[in-house]
């Protein structure tokens, strides 16, 4: 129990808890990755918000109550849970998920960036884009002074193969741009789409990421599909780290061909990722912290698949 490395060539942490309980599950990864980016400031909150289906469809209203709660107990200022939806509305999705209810008893803002003026938003184009003209970005998280991240474990089988924290940004790009053209259809259209999606990331860096994956979907998704459990919680500041570990994750459950084939460092999301310099360049670089003999089970059995 502790730190598991084989390779001992570290430079970014994955925290690993096997738990079937998502509250406890929360306040473990989080002391157990040992880091406080929050503390003294005002928080920027991403969920998965997708639609209002139950976990891992979308966030866990569980999860993001203990998340919530600790960010505040680690000393933060003041949270702002900002999220769009798609393809369901995205008030309706936060009224049926309970979230403006849980604002006003955990003292926390909510954003619907579905609602923002375009006026809100930044022109952002990465370097060698895949977009036909960039894509805007909320203001509201360029100018956070801290992004914590909440996703969830599961595949996307409409052109993101997988969806966990990389894919999660694509919340962040408004529906339409400046011209009225659907930046979602240019996405899912597009041979390039696992491409675009990971170039998003280029806007923002998030200083705290948590995937819950007590359960998953092993096929179908975002919203339906074959669901599993997986019975882990992972928390990391590295995108790619985290992500590689879940795709690993997705491997020992069985999943779609898409998702099992080749390294999952050549995973386009992934790999474009790398490029991108979002995080750890290769597996050697993760590694993954446990606090059971559960954990270290399951931790030899994600570097089988990582390596």
């Known amino acids: 129990m502790g730190i598991y490395s084989p390779l001992q060539r570290t430079m970014s942490q994955v925290a690993l808890v096997y738990t079937k309980d998502r509250e406890k599950g929360t306040y473990q990864v989080l002391d157990l990755l040992g880091i406080n980016p929050v503390k003294g400031k005002k928080v920027v909150l991403k969920p998965n918000f997708n639609t209002s289906d139950p976990a891992p469809a979308s966030s866990?209203?569980?999860?993001?109550?203990?998340?919530?709660?600790?960010?505040?107990?680690?000393?933060?200022?003041?949270?702002?849970?900002?999220?769009?939806?798609?393809?369901?509305d995205s008030r309706e999705c936060m009224e049926k998920k309970g979230i403006f209810k849980m604002a006003e008893e955990l003292d926390f803002e909510v954003v619907n960036l579905a609602e923002l003026p375009l006026e809100e938003f930044i022109k952002f184009v990465p370097e060698k884009s895949h977009w036909e003209d960039g894509f805007l970005f909320p203001k509201i998280y360029q100018n956070a002074e801290c992004i914590v991240e909440t996703c969830c474990l599961k595949t996307h089988q409409f052109g993101g193969h997988f969806t966990l924290s990389i894919k999660n940004a694509t919340g962040l790009v408004p529906k339409k741009n400046l011209n009225g053209n659907a930046y979602m259809r240019e996405m899912h259209s597009s041979p390039n789409a696992r491409k675009m999606m990971a170039e998003i990331n280029t806007a923002f860096n998030p200083d705290l990421i948590v995937l819950d994956g007590v359960t998953a979907f092993v096929d179908g998704g975002p919203a339906r599909g074959t669901l599993k459990e997986a019975n882990v919680m992972l928390a990391s500041t590295d995108r790619i780290a985290i992500d590689a570990v879940g795709v690993a994750l997705l491997r020992i459950l069985g999943t779609t061909p898409e998702v099992s084939e080749g390294k999952i460092f050549e995973q386009e999301q992934i790999a474009r990722a790398v490029e991108l310099d979002l995080g750890v360049k290769s597996a050697k670089e993760i590694e993954i912290l446990t606090n059971s003999e559960d954990a270290d089970k399951l931790t030899e059995k994600i570097y089988e698949k990582l390596l």
């Open 60 to 88: 866990s209203e569980i999860v993001l109550k203990a998340l919530i709660t600790r960010i505040y107990e680690m000393g933060a200022k003041s949270i702002i849970l900002a999220e769009r939806s798609g393809p369901e």
